[in-house]
């Protein structure tokens, strides 16, 4: 794999301040066509005007937005299309949006160093190179148009697609213009729009890819179907680190359709005809497994590593003033935070479709880290990186799993046995959950003193597995992993003695990845948590205690005085019945959220209201803004109130949604989505929602019944006919 430039916490944070990740028009579409028909490679640009990676015109004027980033739900298709048609003045009738093929030199995410969607980078990473190339072409548009007609490019206006002259009352469109425009150089440094004249950023369009995925149109990795292709499903060993001891094939081989039975050193296979006979197969076959050393191990385990880890002293990731002398001023409290694994679930489980031969590799999946695909198939198949082609698909969900390529290399091991015959490898949902790339477990130890009805020292402890040191290594620096302390090393109050510490603690041989908001939302849980102990310590209201930590902090003060206002903070409430905020300054965007919850005498919690403001900067697609915050709250609130992968004799006990469960749309109340308007760069807006439901919710829980829970899910025993203190 190619070496990645290390890039620095508060580097990659200036770099991509930025925006309203979503949203798109009407005319904008994603051509149909069938995976198995010839497709034109980017770099193939005859008789194009391709004035950057992004953009090409042929001369009919038909221009193709290239996506450096994929679809999964997060409207980042839209997003990415309104900014470069803003710059471009395009025609939207004229418009098709196709995706980049794995190439880092020109589609690495600008806040990885390399290709890959995730962490809420999309827009804010790509906001300004996606503006430039915008505004570079269209400037080479008006140089050709202008030379043609002997005038001064200054005189030249662009809309739809054309190049106008007002004084002469001429207009050539980009078509007739794109063969003399890509004789010219790209030029430098050419001025972007006013944002006072956007036409399309800041306007509440309609996303392009959504009446496909209403009338079935889309296809997803899992629609893809190639000439003679079979079908197989898998499983791995149930304990991590195992090893098939033996595989009694006849059963399987019996089931009508079944084609061949694969065993490989830790998963055995069936393929057949269609999926029902592969899934059946592997049903029938008898396998014994060699579990190894961690088939004993359960989640009590797991648990009593990092608690007795955690008493342990980390690496100072941040410090300022003197802790240890500011915790023996004034009233000292501690708290520890624990939150479990979490599998992804998402909605398309995994599966990746592979033909294989002696020369060539070619994929089709959808996955969040094109490039890195290509890459290790290329290593574990020993073919030279251009002969491996992956077609990338709109994703049917995300939320970090896709930043994996391991579902392509099993398939591609699949493959090996197959000789040449194509092959769409399909794991089943409980393969997927039981053999998922965890949320890491973590526990956020805090000590923290109080003077004069503030907190005056602060001393932070994240302990848990690096996603960095292994996902990124060349970021994981001094034994810091960045993500782990994402939001807590940056947190909004102003406190003068501070300190956070990162300890690396792996469970065993659990396998751990990025969870939607991983970072953020471990650490945003815990010190918002913390914040309403203290605020209660001081005796003081929630909102108020924030407030006055929060200085000469506009934007975070905005949000914060305008969700009080919209959630009717302070009004009576019922008895067991609490409201619960949060504050978070995590993915560049400045966001506060109130939720309004009772808790019965059962312990069971109803979620009635959520209120939330939130300045992301920027409003790309406001419309998408508010869904996604929607969407991200959603999928933090199941979390909260059910989330949990537990490990019993070294497997996952959790299979599907019977006992995975998620939160159900008769348990929805209304979202209140406030959004700021701000002219600042855009933030990410993808995960924000996720990291600010599960403390507000706590919160609203420690509000309407006085229990201060300390980890999630929430456990409704202690619940159970509690009475607020």
């Known amino acids: 794999?190619?070496?990645?430039?290390?890039?620095?916490?508060?580097?990659?944070?200036?770099?991509?301040?930025?925006?309203?990740?979503?949203?798109?028009?009407?005319?904008?579409?994603?051509?149909?066509?069938?995976?198995?028909?010839?497709?034109?490679?980017?770099?193939?640009?005859?008789?194009?005007?391709?004035?950057?990676?992004?953009?090409?015109?042929?001369?009919?004027?038909?221009?193709?937005?290239?996506?450096?980033?994929?679809?999964?739900?997060?409207?980042?298709?839209?997003?990415?299309?309104?900014?470069?048609?803003?710059?471009?003045?395009?025609?939207?009738?004229?418009?098709?949006?196709?995706?980049?093929?794995?190439?880092?030199?020109?589609?690495?995410?600008?806040?990885?160093?390399?290709?890959?969607?995730?962490?809420?980078?999309?827009?804010?990473?790509?906001?300004?190179?996606?503006?430039?190339?915008?505004?570079?072409?269209?400037a080479m548009l008006v140089q050709a148009a202008a030379q043609q007609w002997h005038v001064d490019p200054g005189s030249c206006t662009t809309s739809r697609g054309e190049v106008s002259h007002s004084a002469s009352n001429r207009k050539l469109g980009y078509g007739a213009l794109s063969e003399a425009a890509g004789k010219f150089t790209p030029p430098k440094n050419v001025p972007l729009k006013d944002p006072a004249k956007f036409v399309l950023i800041g306007t509440p369009l309609k996303r392009f890819d959504t009446p496909n995925k209403v009338n079935g149109k889309v296809v997803y990795g899992i629609d893809a179907m190639v000439p003679g292709m079979k079908f197989a499903t898998l499983a791995a060993s149930p304990v991590f680190g195992g090893k098939v001891a033996h595989a009694d094939e006849a059963a399987a081989n019996a089931v009508s359709g079944v084609r061949q039975v694969i065993v490989l050193d830790n998963l055995v296979a069936v393929v057949g005809d269609h999926m029902w006979a592969a899934k059946q197969g592997l049903e029938a076959l008898k396998v014994s497994w060699a579990e190894g050393e961690q088939a004993k191990v359960s989640s009590a385990d797991l648990w009593q590593d990092i608690r007795t880890a955690s008493q342990k002293d980390g690496v100072v990731a941040k410090t300022r003033g003197d802790v240890e002398k500011g915790l023996s001023n004034g009233q000292r409290f501690e708290a520890d935070y624990e939150l479990p694994f979490l599998a992804h679930a998402t909605m398309e489980p995994l599966n990746c479709t592979v033909l294989l031969k002696e020369d060539s590799c070619e994929l089709w999946l959808g996955t969040q880290i094109i490039a890195r695909v290509q890459q290790t198939v290329a290593a574990l198949t020993g073919l030279p990186i251009d002969k491996v082609t992956v077609h990338n698909h709109l994703i049917g969900g995300g939320f970090g799993r896709r930043l994996e390529p391991d579902m392509a290399l099993n398939a591609v091991r699949i493959a090996q046995h197959m000789k040449g015959v194509p092959v769409k490898v399909v794991w089943t949902r409980e393969e997927d959950i039981q053999q998922d790339i965890y949320r890491p477990m973590y526990r956020n130890v805090i000590s923290a003193s109080l003077a004069g009805g503030k907190v005056a020292a602060w001393k932070y402890k994240v302990c848990g597995a690096s996603i960095i040191a292994r996902w990124l290594p060349p970021a994981f620096q001094k034994g810091i992993d960045i993500?782990?302390?994402?939001?807590?090393?940056?947190?909004?109050?102003?406190?003068?003695?501070?300190?956070?510490?990162?300890?690396?603690?792996?469970?065993?041989?659990?396998?751990?990845?990025?969870?939607?908001?991983?970072?953020?939302?471990?650490?945003?849980?815990?010190?918002?948590?913390?914040?309403?102990?203290?605020?209660?310590?001081?005796?003081?209201?929630?909102?108020?205690?924030?407030?006055?930590?929060?200085?000469?902090?506009p934007r975070f003060l905005a949000a914060l005085d305008l969700v009080?206002?919209?959630?009717?903070?302070?009004?009576?409430?019922?008895?067991?019945?609490?409201?619960?905020?949060?504050?978070?300054?995590?993915?560049?965007?400045?966001?506060?959220?109130?939720?309004?919850?009772?808790?019965?005498?059962?312990?069971?919690?109803?979620?009635?209201?959520?209120?939330?403001?939130?300045?992301?900067?920027?409003?790309?697609?406001?419309?998408?803004?508010?869904?996604?915050?929607?969407?991200?709250?959603?999928?933090?609130?199941?979390?909260?109130?059910?989330?949990?992968?537990?490990?019993?004799?070294?497997?996952?006990?959790?299979?599907?949604?019977?006992?995975?469960?998620?939160?159900?749309?008769?348990q929805m109340p209304k979202i209140d989505v406030h959004l700021i308007k701000s002219g600042e760069v855009p933030g990410g807006v993808g995960e924000t929602g996720t990291t600010a439901g599960p403390p507000a919710l706590r919160n609203a829980i420690f509000a309407a019944t006085g229990v201060a829970l300390k980890r999630l899910p929430i456990d409704r025993n202690l619940l159970a006919g509690s009475a607020k203190a």
């Open 1 to 138: 794999m190619h070496a990645i430039k290390p890039i620095s916490l508060r580097a990659r944070r200036e770099f991509i301040k930025s925006a309203a990740a979503t949203g798109f028009l009407l005319a904008f579409y994603v051509p149909a066509r069938a995976v198995n028909e010839p497709e034109q490679a980017p770099d193939d640009t005859r008789g194009k005007f391709a004035p950057n990676a992004f953009i090409r015109i042929d001369k009919s004027g038909a221009t193709t937005l290239v996506m450096p980033q994929v679809e999964m739900g997060q409207g980042v298709y839209t997003g990415v299309a309104m900014i470069l048609a803003e710059e471009l003045d395009a025609d939207p009738a004229k418009i098709v949006l196709e995706h980049a093929p794995p190439n880092e030199k020109l589609y690495a995410n600008p806040a990885f160093g390399m290709q890959a969607t995730g962490g809420s980078t999309s827009l804010r990473a790509f906001w300004m190179p996606l503006r430039i190339a915008g505004a570079t072409a269209r």
């Open 483 to 553: 993500d782990a302390i994402d939001s807590a090393v940056d947190m909004p109050y102003e406190i003068p003695d501070f300190q956070v510490q990162y300890l690396r603690v792996e469970p065993r041989s659990v396998p751990t990845g990025f969870w939607r908001g991983v970072g953020p939302n471990i650490n945003v849980f815990a010190i918002e948590s913390f914040m309403d102990e203290l605020a209660r310590k001081a005796g003081k209201d929630p909102i108020v205690f924030r407030r006055d930590m929060l200085g000469k902090q």
């Open 564 to 666: 009080a206002a919209k959630s009717d903070w302070g009004k009576p409430l019922p008895a067991r019945v609490g409201r619960g905020v949060c504050v978070q300054p995590s993915f560049g965007s400045f966001i506060a959220t109130v939720v309004e919850a009772e808790v019965d005498m059962h312990g069971e919690v109803l979620l009635r209201r959520i209120t939330t403001a939130v300045d992301v900067g920027t409003l790309v697609n406001p419309d998408s803004v508010e869904a996604q915050l929607q969407g991200g709250l959603v999928f933090g609130l199941t979390a909260a109130l059910y989330g949990e992968i537990t490990l019993k004799q070294g497997r996952v006990e959790q299979s599907n949604f019977n006992d995975y469960r998620m939160l159900r749309i008769d």
